[in-house]
């Protein structure tokens, strides 16, 4: 009697280290009415989503029987600017493994623009109020008109118009509370999805950096603290600013070389399909 005893103890011990118990947060929702890539999210499912404390971005992934559905939402103002300025990638791995093989970036900005016309503020030393900035930012929203993919099936990579064949879509808004939101629907079969599969798949969200030093977009480093640059026309559909600012996730980090670098942040989500 003892010793069965003894095993029920070990049993409640160990029971919070089960796979169950560790990744309760991290789920996958069947797709309801309400979930769609709209623009219009009134009624949305808001308290499904999930802090991501890392990055400051709130998510929720759902899918139905042939998509899978991504919606992101941020409210940091230095959070929103700096998707609005480099774009997220929504990596997938269907094996479940942190690496990624499919990527869909999207917006997809036009970095040596916003390169140059960072530079140019900096040597006429102008400014752009913030509220003027906001508008700019705002403005840029309908702009975005392409989606970049990389490893998908049976689509080359590069960049796809907005507008698609595959039924890839994606949008981009602010809400009425000033929250940018996020969306994006990939089809299960361009990224060897299943609504038959079992085992957990694997989902990246990358805020993507730059490093305006070689003039590409930064994928790795730790974020500092420092000052944000920027300038109208930045990025296909331009806006900018000029400012400090201590980023508590995204910010920019000066080199010795007196160019700049804003650093990649990212978390991975582990979970079966909602069946």
């Not at 089809?187 to 990358?206: G, M, T, W």
């Not at 944000?228 to 400012?243: A, D, I, K, T, Y």
């Amino acid at each position: 009697m003892k010793s069965f005893s003894l095993w029920i103890a070990v049993l409640i011990l160990l029971a919070p280290l089960s796979p169950a118990a560790q990744n309760n947060h991290e789920i996958i929702y069947k797709k309801t009415g309400t979930m769609a890539i709209s623009g219009n999210l009134m009624g949305f499912p808001d308290s499904l989503m999930q802090p991501e404390p890392k990055t400051g971005i709130s998510w929720l992934f759902a899918n139905d029987e042939n998509n899978l559905f991504i919606f992101l939402k941020a409210n940091d103002k230095r959070i929103q600017n700096s998707i609005l300025m480099h774009g997220i990638t929504v990596g997938i791995n269907v094996k479940g493994k942190k690496k990624t093989k499919s990527s869909l970036i999207f917006p997809v900005i036009d970095q040596e623009a916003l390169m140059a016309q960072m530079s140019a503020l900096r040597n006429s030393g102008s400014a752009l109020a913030s509220d003027e900035f906001e508008n700019i930012q705002k403005e840029r929203l309908s702009q975005f008109n392409e989606i970049k993919v990389d490893g998908l099936k049976k689509i080359d990579n590069g960049d796809i118009p907005l507008s698609n064949q595959y039924g890839i879509e994606a949008k981009i808004l602010y809400d009425s509370a000033g929250d940018l939101l996020y969306e994006m629907k990939i089809p299960f079969q361009y990224v060897n999805l299943s609504s038959s599969l079992k085992h957990d798949i694997a989902v990246n969200i990358k805020m993507n950096g730059f490093d305006f030093k070689n003039g590409q977009r930064n994928y790795s480093g730790t974020a500092g603290s420092g000052s944000w640059n920027g300038g109208r026309g930045m990025g296909r559909g331009g806006g900018g600013f000029h400012g400090r600012g201590n980023g508590h996730h995204i910010t920019e980090e000066t080199h010795s070389s007196g160019k700049a670098t804003t650093a990649a942040t990212d978390f991975w989500i582990k979970a079966p399909l909602a069946q």
